[in-house]
Structures are given as structure tokens and as C-alpha cells.
């Protein structure tokens, strides 16, 4: 068990000293473009599948696998560059929506119901609720 302890801790410590260490190597402006760099990788990749995994039914896996490596590909590409992570991001919105239009059997069949579930309203929307209180509204008056 202390084996245990030990290595958690020691993989504990070990984040911070790579982060130091990478930033002794790289400098200030070395850091901060590496932290832009993480950014960007997630606005390209990660931002069209959540807008379009919570609203478009026809999005495939292959069309998120895709979409992934052009918004990757494409920020790597475009580090240097002013525009590239609005390109990717861009870029990897069209690929999602292209792939997922040429292969529309790899759709999920409970993609419509999960939609569905997701867009419908509480089944507290059927009566009056204050959202901000979280008080029923016959009881406001009470107050």
C-alpha cells in the first residue's frame, strides 16, 4: 500500500515539474503559445462535435473522426498564422457535416429519441416555476 501512495503521489508531483520544466525550456512566450496551441486544438475539435452532437441528428462517428483530425491537422498547420484556429474551426464544421452526409447509415438509430430527450422540456415547464428561485409560483406570494 505505501508503494501505492507513493507512486499516485509521485505522478501527482510530476505534473507541476513538467509544467516547469517546459516552461524553463520555452520561456514566457514559448508557454503562452503552447497554452493558445491547447485552445485552438479544442476550439477545432471539440466545438463543432458539441454544437452539432447536440443539435443535428445525422452526425456519424466518421464524421466526427474526420472532423477531428482537419480542425488538428489544420491548427498544427496554421500555428504561425493570425486566422488558422478560426479556419480550422470552420473547416472542421464543413467536414463534420460533409462526412456525416455521405455516410448516413453509420447514423446511430437512438440518435432521434437521445435528441429528443435532450431538446424536450422538464416536466416542470407545464407549470408555472420560477427558475431563479426555485420556489413553485403558487407559493411566491407566501413570501
Known amino acids: 500500500m505505501a508503494g501505492r501512495i507513493a507512486t499516485h503521489g509521485g505522478s501527482m508531483l510530476s505534473y507541476p515539474v513538467g509544467a516547469a520544466a517546459v516552461a524553463a525550456c520555452t520561456g514566457a512566450a514559448g508557454s503562452v503559445g503552447l497554452v493558445l496551441l491547447g485552445f485552438g486544438l479544442s476550439a477545432a475539435t471539440f466545438c463543432p462535435l458539441l454544437v452539432l452532437g447536440i443539435w443535428w441528428r445525422r452526425l456519424t462517428g466518421a464524421g466526427v473522426a ?76 407566501d413570501y
Do not use: K, W
Not at 472532423?67 to 474551426?89: E, K, Q, R, S, W
Not at 422538464?122 to 426555485?134: A, G, K, N, T
Open 66 to 141: 474526420a472532423g477531428f483530425a482537419v480542425g488538428a491537422v489544420l491548427t498544427l498547420a496554421g500555428v504561425n498564422l493570425d486566422y488558422g484556429t478560426p479556419v480550422a474551426v470552420a473547416c472542421s464544421f464543413a467536414v463534420m457535416v460533409v462526412i456525416s452526409l455521405v455516410t448516413p447509415g453509420l447514423v446511430p438509430r437512438e440518435a432521434g429519441r437521445m435528441l429528443a430527450r435532450m431538446h424536450r422540456p422538464d416536466d416542470r415547464s407545464s407549470q408555472l416555476y420560477d427558475r431563479s428561485s426555485r420556489v413553485y409560483a403558487p407559493y411566491i406570494a
